[in-house]
């Protein structure tokens, strides 16, 4: 019997014999002080007879089986007037464990279950049931004396046996918690984790520490998880790194699938690293942007899994902004949020091909005006990449499976799958409508989004042809891009 740990309270069921829970009772009052006794007993209904006397006897036996000079513990008896409904069972334990917060909050301390023992020898099978199903919920303890029984239900020869509960809740809060990630929501599955990690801890037996350590490196990696959901790359980065040695920061990283992911964002040199200085992560520079990307569609395909369309949606909608953001900004030097003269002047772009992107007439008088930044939008930052002859816009207007190029069909029709994407995003509640994007549309845009974006990553990614790399794919070859000889383009 774990008799050194120290005890608030100790929660007994009743049965018809009280000799089992004597010896309980005996050997918790040789140890740390108990300060209060609890047995739920049955009441006599008329049908069957109640174990209150049993109660009570037990109640005048305690006093003698504490030790000379300790302080008597509380006494309380709870009756249940109908111990085989698990109901009024339930509801009499509820009261119990009120009644026992009520006594901590007068006490002035803080109300600890893991410091309750619940001892279910005794009582109904239901009311054991109900005790061992409610203390696990509470963060009780458990106890019971096991052997053999005899004809009445007494246990003979039998022994004090406390059970910590330590397997049950690992296993019910990695159960729980797989639900929930399989849900996309990472975060609740890491607080449950936590939670459970905080009860294995009180706990305070070896297996329930061994227990408590794994928990808590899976819940390391559901926040890794959790912090990649949000974007936050420097979060996500900064748990791995708080991991431990590097070698173990490692592993959670392989475990995770986020390798790829998190190295771009690592800085500092091995030198350091081995001689176990901290390791700082964070988003290196804008030319990491298309990893970026690629995390906004991962979280986007995860919550679109998980049924959360308008989360999804909305993701889509980011990433193909920022896809285009990044596209003219390394490519092009043109700032899309806030377009000046000098960025437009060296692409040299015929009357037409600014018509057509909406840059002619009072919207192009008012490029570089100061306190009147022209942005361009989702649909003609995409549009100046096609008038640019950006292979990465030739990409993305092309039709899936069509053996049309897109330079053979009109704007309308080149644009058509974008028009529909964006009608989705667009009557939503996260954009400009009270809706929410439902299963349908998911099925109908949603995924070939998706998938024309990630198409676009060879493309995207190609090494500039003036940097004298080869064959890759053709660069349009605009000064920023000449000045950064062999430079990715992003």
Not at 15 to 21: F, N, S
Not at 413 to 433: I, M, P, Q, Y
């Given at each position: 019997?774990?008799?050194?740990?120290?005890?608030?309270a100790l929660v007994m069921?009743?049965?018809?014999?009280?000799?089992?829970?004597?010896?309980?009772?005996?050997?918790?009052?040789?140890?740390?002080?108990?300060?209060?006794?609890?047995?739920?007993?049955?009441?006599?209904?008329?049908?069957?007879?109640?174990?209150?006397?049993?109660?009570?006897?037990?109640?005048?036996?305690?006093?003698?089986?504490?030790?000379?000079?300790?302080?008597?513990?509380?006494?309380?008896?709870?009756?249940?007037?109908?111990?085989?409904?698990?109901?009024?069972?339930?509801?009499?334990?509820?009261?119990?464990?009120?009644?026992?917060?009520?006594?901590?909050?007068?006490?002035?301390?803080?109300?600890?279950?893991?410091?309750?023992?619940?001892?279910?020898?005794?009582?109904?099978?239901?009311?054991?049931?109900?005790?061992?199903?409610?203390?696990?919920?509470?963060?009780?303890?458990?106890?019971?004396?096991?052997?053999?029984?005899?004809?009445?239900?007494?246990?003979?020869?039998?022994?004090?046996?406390?059970?910590?509960?330590?397997?049950?809740i690992d296993r019910k809060?990695?159960?729980?918690?797989?639900?929930?990630?399989?849900?996309?929501?990472?975060?609740?599955?890491?607080?449950?984790?936590?939670?459970?990690?905080?009860?294995?801890?009180?706990?305070?037996?070896?297996?329930?520490?061994?227990?408590?350590?794994?928990?808590?490196?899976?819940?390391?990696?559901?926040?890794?998880?959790?912090?990649?959901?949000?974007?936050?790359?420097?979060?996500?980065?900064?748990?791995?790194?708080?991991?431990?040695?590097?070698?173990?920061?490692?592993?959670?990283?392989?475990?995770?699938?986020?390798?790829?992911?998190?190295?771009?964002?690592?800085?500092?040199?091995?030198?350091?690293?081995?001689?176990?200085?901290?390791?700082?992560?964070?988003?290196?520079?804008?030319?990491?942007?298309?990893?970026?990307?690629?995390?906004?569609?991962?979280?986007?395909?995860?919550?679109?899994?998980?049924?959360?369309?308008?989360?999804?949606?909305?993701?889509?909608?980011?990433?193909?902004?920022?896809?285009?953001?990044?596209?003219?900004?390394?490519?092009?030097?043109?700032?899309?949020?806030?377009v000046r003269e000098d960025?437009?002047?060296?692409?040299?772009?015929?009357?037409?091909?600014?018509?057509?992107?909406?840059?002619?007439?009072?919207?192009?008088?008012?490029?570089?005006?100061?306190?009147?930044?022209?942005?361009?939008?989702?649909?003609?930052?995409?549009?100046?990449?096609?008038?640019?002859?950006?292979?990465?816009?030739?990409?993305?207007?092309?039709?899936?499976?069509?053996?049309?190029?897109?330079?053979?069909?009109?704007?309308?029709?080149?644009?058509?799958?974008?028009?529909?994407?964006?009608?989705?995003?667009?009557?939503?509640?996260?954009?400009?409508?009270?809706?929410?994007?439902?299963?349908?549309?998911?099925?109908?845009?949603?995924?070939?989004?998706?998938?024309?974006?990630?198409?676009?990553?060879?493309?995207?990614?190609?090494?500039?042809?003036?940097?004298?790399?080869?064959?890759?794919?053709?660069?349009?070859?605009?000064?920023?891009?000449?000045?950064?000889?062999?430079?990715?383009?992003?």
């Amino acid at each position: 019997m774990d008799g050194q740990a120290a005890v608030s309270a100790l929660v007994m069921s009743v049965g018809a014999t009280p000799e089992p829970l004597e010896e309980v009772l005996a050997e918790r009052l040789r140890g740390p002080a108990v300060r209060a006794v609890v047995f739920v007993c049955s009441s006599d209904n008329g049908c069957a007879q109640g174990t209150r006397p049993v109660a009570e006897q037990l109640k005048q036996r305690l006093t003698t089986l504490v030790p000379d000079g300790a302080a008597q513990p509380t006494v309380v008896i709870r009756e249940v007037a109908s111990p085989d409904l698990p109901s009024q069972v339930w509801a009499a334990l509820q009261g119990v464990e009120e009644q026992l917060k009520q006594a901590a909050a007068a006490a002035g301390e803080d109300y600890d279950p893991g410091r309750v023992v619940a001892d279910y020898t005794g009582g109904t099978k239901t009311m054991s049931m109900c005790l061992g199903l409610y203390a696990f919920v509470a963060g009780w303890r458990h106890e019971l004396v096991a052997g053999r029984r005899g004809k009445n239900g007494s246990v003979l020869d039998g022994r004090v046996r406390v059970w910590a509960g330590a397997e049950l809740i690992d296993r019910k809060a990695r159960d729980d918690a797989a639900l929930l990630a399989g849900e996309a929501d990472y975060d609740g599955a890491c607080r449950l984790l936590e939670g459970a990690v905080r009860r294995l801890e009180a706990l305070g037996t070896g297996d329930a520490g061994e227990l408590a350590d794994g928990l808590a490196r899976e819940a390391a990696r559901l926040a890794v998880l959790a912090a990649r959901q949000r974007h936050d790359f420097k979060g996500a980065a900064e748990r791995l790194a708080s991991l431990g040695p590097d070698g173990e920061a490692e592993e959670y990283e392989r475990t995770a699938g986020e390798a790829d992911f998190v190295r771009p964002y690592l800085e500092g040199d091995g030198k350091a690293a081995s001689a176990g200085e901290t390791r700082v992560w964070r988003l290196a520079d804008e030319r990491r942007g298309w990893l970026v990307v690629e995390s906004i569609l991962a979280v986007a395909e995860d919550l679109a899994g998980a049924g959360r369309y308008l989360e999804a949606v909305a993701r889509l909608y980011r990433a193909t902004e920022l896809a285009a953001q990044l596209r003219l900004a390394r490519c092009y030097g043109v700032c899309s949020g806030d377009v000046r003269e000098d960025q437009l002047a060296p692409l040299a772009l015929s009357e037409e091909a600014l018509a057509q992107v909406g840059l002619t007439g009072g919207r192009r008088e008012r490029v570089g005006t100061a306190g009147d930044r022209l942005q361009l939008g989702l649909r003609r930052a995409w549009e100046l990449l096609w008038v640019l002859h950006d292979p990465v816009a030739q990409c993305f207007f092309a039709e899936p499976g069509s053996g049309e190029a897109a330079a053979d069909r009109g704007r309308e029709t080149r644009g058509k799958w974008l028009k529909d994407a964006l009608e989705v995003r667009n009557r939503s509640v996260f954009a400009h409508g009270l809706g929410s994007p439902t299963a349908d549309d998911w099925a109908r845009v949603g995924e070939d989004w998706l998938q024309r974006l990630r198409e676009l990553k060879g493309v995207f990614l190609a090494r500039c042809k003036a940097g004298g790399r080869g064959e890759q794919p053709d660069c349009p070859g605009t000064p920023a891009c000449r000045a950064e000889r062999g430079a990715d383009t992003v």
